[in-house]
């Protein structure tokens, strides 16, 4: 196994002799044999290995084990310790995925402070089929089908090609030690259903079960890998972005697939992503969705998504040159002579300084909220302003007014409100940048 080992490492561009790796390190035998292969190949790397106290003595004894062999091999060893009951109660999660999120945003941590190039974790063949058959049951599209990715970013899953069987024999013949983890016996996870049970029937029926879906996952990642190539190609040329929002052209997406690919960042679901479909095959306009991220409108043959970013801080502008910011806006403020001249620009705000009166006040738009657009002699309400305008529905909340003494002096990143402009009689600009 371990010329194997190397030849995977290799061919498929892993990782490199000189790179410095991260090995996430439990104690089972499979991340026991990484450590052992990685070692034994002369690669540099340390060991990470989390408690997350769920196990009493045992999760001690297992960190114990790491920590030993470690110091054996000369190996650097990070530990730590979560109250992982109570994350997950706070953060309303199962344990499973408690654990899951503390791991990987510690890790995460680690690979930033020591400028690790990699993280290693010891998923094999077994586990991409565990999953594969989990995500069927669940719901799934190709991807879902695909298994746990060999390699993500900085990611990297080195013993994915092989299976437990494998790897169980190479720990054996080696004479490693490893400690078993009591729970991946227990049948109220869904997973260990899926390993202790349902997967031995099916190799009643194909006992080369796991060779069988080796060769299905190289064909489905070859597929897969084809089509985001595509995709992405199509996607691009639809998308224009502009500051935090997306807007994409829909008048060229006619399948479910496209849209999935497009949306998989943003957290909708599938559900979501079939009446988003609906909407742009159909020319509507004005339906808002939304996912615990994002929001997305569909509006006049574009979908636009934004941040849920609709709350923002109330700030006050004292007089001078100054910049201020808020959660969604940055204002620089220059007081110019009138010489300096003005530029029509919906960024920028050229006023006359002593029609103002300081502080200004940046805030959210209100129901009832008017101004005198420039160019304009009467006032308008805000809220019609943006239906005349084609604002669409999900950046109305996002807009910001900056207001003098109670008066709307600009819809910021829109309109000036036609009393404060730069007449023949100013004398000072208070020129405003959204920056």
């Given at each position: 196994m371990f010329e194997k080992f190397l030849e995977v490492?290799?061919?498929?561009?892993?990782?490199?002799?000189?790179?410095?790796?991260?090995?996430?390190?439990?104690?089972g035998v499979d991340s026991m044999a990484l450590c052992h292969l990685l070692n034994r190949g002369q690669f540099k790397f340390s060991v990470a290995h989390?408690?997350?106290?769920?196990?009493?003595?045992?999760?001690?004894?297992?960190?114990?084990?790491?920590?030993?062999?470690?110091?054996?091999?000369?190996?650097?060893?990070?530990?730590?310790?979560?109250n992982t009951k109570i994350y997950a109660m706070d953060k309303h999660l199962s344990m499973q995925m408690a654990a899951r999120e503390l791991r990987y945003e510690w890790f995460k941590k680690l690979?930033?402070?020591?400028?690790?190039?990699?993280?290693?974790v010891a998923h094999h063949l077994d586990d991409s089929f565990e999953t594969v058959l989990f995500n069927l049951v669940r719901g799934t599209g190709?991807?879902?089908?695909?298994?746990?990715?060999?390699?993500?970013?900085?990611?990297?899953?080195?013993?994915?090609?092989?299976?437990?069987?494998?790897?169980?024999?190479?720990?054996?013949?080696?004479?490693?030690?490893?400690?078993?983890?009591?729970?991946?016996?227990?049948?109220?996870y869904?997973?260990?259903?899926?390993?202790?049970?349902?997967?031995?029937?099916?190799?009643?029926?194909?006992?080369?079960?796991?060779?069988?879906?080796?060769?299905?996952?190289?064909?489905?990642?070859?597929?897969?890998?084809?089509?985001?190539?595509?995709?992405?190609?199509?996607?691009?040329?639809?998308?224009?972005?502009k500051d935090s929002d997306i807007f994409v052209n829909t008048k060229s997406i006619t399948s479910i697939v496209e849209l999935e690919y497009l949306l998989k960042p943003y957290s909708f679901n599938y559900s979501q992503m079939?009446?988003?479909?609906?909407a742009c095959l159909q020319g509507e306009s004005g339906k808002l969705f939304f996912s615990p991220t994002y929001k997305l409108n569909v509006d006049r043959g574009q979908i636009i998504i934004s941040p849920l970013l609709d709350q923002f801080s109330t700030i006050e502008i004292e007089s001078g040159n100054a910049e201020v910011c808020n959660e969604l806006f940055a204002l620089r403020l220059t007081?110019?002579?009138?010489?300096a001249g003005i530029k029509a620009s919906a960024d920028q705000a050229s006023l006359d300084?002593?029609?103002?009166?300081?502080?200004?006040?940046?805030?959210?738009?209100?129901?009832?909220?008017?101004?005198?657009?420039?160019?304009?002699?009467?006032?308008?309400?805000?809220?019609?302003?943006?239906?005349?305008?084609?604002?669409?529905?999900?950046?109305?909340?996002?807009?910001?007014?900056?207001e003098s003494a109670g008066n709307i002096v600009w819809l910021v990143g829109h309109r000036i409100d036609d009393r404060f402009k730069v007449t023949d009689r100013t004398k000072r600009i208070c020129r405003i940048d959204l920056i």
């Open positions: 490492v290799e061919a498929r561009g892993l990782f490199s002799p000189s790179d410095r790796l991260l090995v996430a390190t439990s104690g989390c408690n997350f106290k769920l196990r009493g003595t045992d999760a001690d004894l297992d960190e114990a084990l790491v920590m030993n062999w470690c110091t054996d091999n000369g190996i650097k060893f990070y530990s730590k310790s979560f690979l930033a402070a020591h400028n690790f190039k990699r993280l290693l190709l991807r879902g089908v695909t298994g746990v990715p060999e390699k993500v970013n900085k990611i990297v899953r080195p013993l994915s090609s092989f299976t437990r069987h494998e790897i169980l024999e190479y720990a054996r013949q080696s004479d490693l030690k490893w400690r078993e983890d009591a729970s991946n016996s227990d049948p109220k869904h997973r260990n259903r899926i390993r202790n049970h349902i997967i031995p029937e099916l190799k009643k029926i194909n006992p080369s079960l796991l060779d069988t879906f080796r060769s299905t996952q190289a064909r489905l990642t070859s597929s897969q890998a084809y089509l985001d190539y595509v995709l992405n190609k199509k996607i691009k040329r639809l998308t224009q972005f079939m009446d988003i479909l609906d007081v110019l002579p009138v010489s300084l002593d029609e103002l009166a300081f502080p200004l006040t940046l805030r959210k738009w209100c129901k009832g909220d008017f101004f005198y657009p420039l160019g304009m002699s009467g006032k308008k309400k805000i809220s019609d302003y943006m239906i005349d305008s084609k604002i669409p529905l999900n950046l109305k909340s996002r807009i910001g007014v900056l």
